[in-house]
Nanobody, 123 residues
Framework: QVQLVESGGGFVQAGASLRLSCATSGRAMSNYAMGWFRQSPGKERAFVAAVSKTGARTNYADSVKGRFTISRDNTKNTVYLQMNSLKFEDTAVYYC????????????????WGQGTQVTVSS
């Protein structure tokens, strides 16, 4: 079992950058593929980015490609989401998730979830 705690959210202006972190505890993070999802009020939780267990493979939602970068440091049991050129539509609660299987864009593939961190981008 693994526990996930997100941090790094905040209130920024459009065009700014933020880096989210997700610290894990319990079983070593190297056992899990990791993903970031986000949810805005009234909308379903949506895929943002994912990274394989070793970090060799990443995938992104089309809406964030070229602006966001997911990375992981298995020695620190932490996964990151670097968000550049933020837009108003990036405003959401961002969730970190861990999968025992493989990195994907499907929420049902993930076994563990954090509590989320709020990102608000003013236009």
């Amino acid at each position: 079992q693994v526990q996930l705690v997100e941090s790094g959210g905040g209130f920024v202006q459009a065009g700014a950058s933020l880096r989210l972190s997700c610290a894990t505890s319990g079983r070593a993070m190297s056992n899990y593929a990791m993903g970031w999802f986000r949810q805005s009020p009234g909308k379903e939780r949506a895929f943002v980015a994912a990274v394989s267990k070793t970090g060799a493979r990443t995938n992104y939602a089309d809406s964030v490609k070229g602006r966001f970068t997911i990375s992981r440091d298995n020695t620190k049991n932490t996964v990151y989401l670097q968000m550049n050129s933020l837009k108003f539509e990036d405003t959401a609660v961002y969730y970190c998730a861990a999968s025992l299987y493989y990195s994907s864009d499907y929420t049902g593939n993930y076994n563990y979830w954090g509590q989320g961190t709020q990102v608000t981008v003013s236009s």
